[in-house]
């Protein structure tokens, strides 16, 4: 079972994305949400986007992975 974590920071401006590897996940996040608004943190193994796009990358995970939890950070 694949799950996709999402770790709000909202008075930061931005959430993190902690996803297992998913090629087509990747490719899609990096489609639909634009370069500036979105970047990776190898060492964490997350993905740091603006707090704009939350709702958009909620949806994308629903997509790709059976669970999707959020968690205050």
Not at 17 to 32: G, T
């Amino acid at each position: 079972m694949s799950e996709a974590r999402l770790i709000l920071f909202r008075r930061e401006g931005y959430f993190e994305l902690e996803v297992p590897y998913n090629v087509e996940f990747i490719d899609e996040l990096k489609r639909s949400i634009e370069t500036d608004a979105r970047y990776f943190q190898p060492a964490r193994k997350r993905w740091c986007v603006d707090i704009e796009q939350l709702d958009k990358v909620k949806a994308l995970a629903k997509e790709h992975f059976e669970y999707v939890s959020e968690v205050q950070g």
